[in-house]
Nanobody, 125 residues
Framework: QVQVVESGGGKVQAGGSLRLSCTASGSIFNIHALAWYRQAPGKQRELVAS??????????NYAPSVKGRCTISGDSLKKMVNLQLDSLKPEDTGVYYC????????????????WGQGTLVTVSS
């Protein structure tokens, strides 16, 4: 079983900053991707930022709407990922979900994906 827990959400005024944190625990191994998604009211869940690990190198990716205002950092061995959100806008409001992808066995690769319950970010104008 895998547990993914997010923290750091809250209410902030436009222009402010928040730092979201996520930790995974349990039976997930060889993590190759850590990501943050968000879901605004009445909208579909969308990717905010991700880190993918391949051959020892990390590759980050950001949604165009947050590029330049957002920094993702993480450690696949520690099963942790953070999201620094700066210059927040009201349209950044939503529930932010942590997503972790890896394997459910340590000595082979058998795809496993886990989600957290989400943390609410509210940005007021």
């Amino acid at each position: 079983q895998v547990q993914v827990v997010e923290s750091g959400g809250g209410k902030v005024q436009a222009g402010g900053s928040l730092r979201l944190s996520c930790t995974a625990s349990g039976s997930i191994f060889n993590i190759h991707a850590l990501a943050w998604y968000r879901q605004a009211p009445g909208k579909q869940r969308e990717l905010v930022a991700s880190i993918m690990t391949s051959r020892g190198a990390n590759f980050t990716n950001y949604a165009p709407s947050v590029k330049g205002r957002c920094t993702i950092s993480g450690d696949s061995l520690k099963k942790m990922v953070n999201l620094q959100l700066d210059s927040l806008k009201p349209e950044d409001t939503g529930v932010y979900y942590c997503n972790v992808r890896g394997s459910d066995v340590p000595d082979a690769y058998r795809y496993l994906e886990a989600w957290g319950q989400g943390t609410l970010v509210t940005v007021s104008s």
